[in-house]
């Protein structure tokens, strides 16, 4: 059996060679104190690609949204968002559990976004029977799709308009700059704070970068701290996330072509595919986990779901885009 291509997340590449060898060398010091050089080299550097004044470094961007909609919202207060949204998803409810946060969702339409009269009727008026409306979060890639710059902008003028904070979840933001051929502080502008993950395409083992105001920011290391996100010589995981976005963000585009190459092998075979930057969906009549078995057999690895994601990333190369379409050309 040749290497195993791995289509259930971008999140499984494992560091490179070139990665292990900064880490390994990363000048380090106690992160908690502020010691440590290649953390603030991180923080700074991603600070001035997105354009906001601050970054702060978090293991995962689950803490990092929660710290976020902490700094945010005080207890009782609400967020704007969409049902679809990971942070109301797939983080373990920790806005209502850890921040006392309430969450009002909003449906995401077919292009991912939320309709911007809904979010307007959603905000509420100062009445005490009322949860006090403070933050809207949009997501950016969702589900792979990508918001455009128009909508964003009025989004954020609503939010703005309503004295809103508005919240970026952009685990995925670089592969939708790639994916609109545009820089990350044109598509972040107008945001107060936004979270982006080094661990998903950009090929990072571990991290998330929260960038915001230097206020905000000060908020979300007390918040961080609370959580339990204080990391000591986190340099060795800073490095991997300065090595990812100085080698990995300008081959995003690879991952695009790999998805859309897939989701026409798949087409081809009759199987309907959506594609939206490195995420095909493939709608499924069978039973999904007979279909993971077989593709299994043959070194592909997806999970059983009847909507299947496949993901492409780092460590899936053209080779192994068609060896899944043969695959899936092979189940009976
Ligand atoms: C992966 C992801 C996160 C954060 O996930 P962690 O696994 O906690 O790092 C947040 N939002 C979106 C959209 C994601 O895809």
């Known amino acids: ?34 010691d440590d050089p290649t953390v603030n080299r991180l923080q700074s550097q991603a600070a001035d690609l997105f354009g906001l004044e601050a970054g702060l470094f978090f293991p995962s961007g689950t803490q990092s949204n929660l710290a976020a909609l902490m700094a945010h919202c005080g207890r009782g207060d609400e967020v704007l968002l969409g049902q679809e949204a990971h942070t109301y998803v797939h983080e373990a409810g920790g ?35 009322l949860a006090r409306t403070r933050l809207l979060t949009l997501e950016n890639t969702i589900g792979g799709r990508v918001l ?34 545009t820089d990350v502080k044109t598509l972040c502008a107008g945001f107060d704070s936004v979270s982006v993950c080094l661990s998903k395409g950009l090929g990072a083992p571990v991290g998330t970068l929260l960038l915001g105001s230097a206020g905000f920011i000060a908020s979300a290391v007390r918040i961080r701290k609370m959580l339990g996100g204080g990391m000591r010589q986190v ?67 997806v999970l059983p779901e009847r909507r299947m994601r496949l993901v492409t990333h780092l460590d899936v190369d053209a080779a192994g885009v068609e060896r899944a379409v043969a695959a899936f050309g092979t189940y009976r």
């Open 235 to 301: 340099g060795v995981l800073a490095a991997a996330g300065l090595y990812a976005l100085e080698h990995n963000v300008g081959r995003l585009h690879l991952d695009h072509a790999s998805a859309a190459r897939l989701a026409e092998g798949l087409s081809a075979l009759g199987l309907p595919a959506e594609c939206h930057t490195n995420m095909v969906f493939v709608r499924l009549t069978g039973d999904p986990q007979a279909l993971a078995a077989h593709l299994g057999r043959h070194g592909i690895l």
């Open 148 to 181: 455009s710059r128009t909508y964003l902008e009025q989004a954020v003028g609503l939010a703005r308009q309503h004295g809103l904070a508005a919240h970026l979840d952009g685990a995925r933001i670089f592969n939708a700059a790639a994916a609109l051929r």
């Open 95 to 129: 806005a209502a559990v850890l921040g006392s946060i309430h969450m009002h969702t909003l449906a995401n339409r077919a292009d991912g976004t939320l309709d911007l009269d809904e979010v307007a009727a959603a905000i509420k008026p100062d009445d005490p029977h």
């Open 1 to 34: 059996m040749s290497t195993i291509v791995d289509l259930r997340s971008d999140t499984v590449t494992r560091p490179p060679a070139g990665m292990r060898r900064v880490m390994a060398e990363a000048e380090v010091g106690d992160d908690v104190f502020g």
